[in-house]
C-alpha cells in the first residue's frame, strides 16, 4: 500500500484513517518527534491480509511512505527555507 503525504507531514508529522477489508477502521500515523524520511516503511502488525488456513490471524500491512514536494516556492518561501536549515547539516541520514 502506497501513502501520500505532504512535505509538511513528512517534516511535522501525519495521521491517516482508512477502513480494513472486514470493516474496522485502523489509524496510520508518524512517529513522535521524528522526519519521514521518503520511500520509508510504515508497518501496521495485524492488519494486512488474512493468514490462510488461520482463522482470526492477519499478517502485517506495509505501508510506502510517498512524500509530495511543493513543485515551486516564492522568493518569500525560499527565504524562510534558508535560515531554518544551516548550509551544512548537522546529521545527514544514512551516513555514519
Do not use: C
Amino acid at each position: 500500500m502506497n501513502v501520500d503525504i505532504s512535505l509538511k507531514e513528512a517534516l511535522f508529522g501525519y495521521e491517516r484513517n482508512y477502513k480494513h477489508m472486514d470493516g474496522h477502521e485502523f489509524e496510520l500515523n508518524s512517529t513522535f518527534n521524528k522526519v519521514t524520511q521518503p520511500f520509508s516503511w510504515n508497518i501496521r502488525k495485524g492488519e494486512g491480509m488474512p493468514i490462510k488456513n488461520v482463522d482470526g490471524s492477519f499478517g502485517d500491512l506495509h505501508a510506502k511512505l510517498l512524500i509530495t514536494f511543493p513543485s515551486k516556492l516564492t522568493a518569500r518561501q525560499k527565504e524562510l527555507v534558508a535560515k531554518i536549515f544551516p548550509d551544512e547539516p548537522e546529521e545527514i541520514v544514512g551516513q555514519a
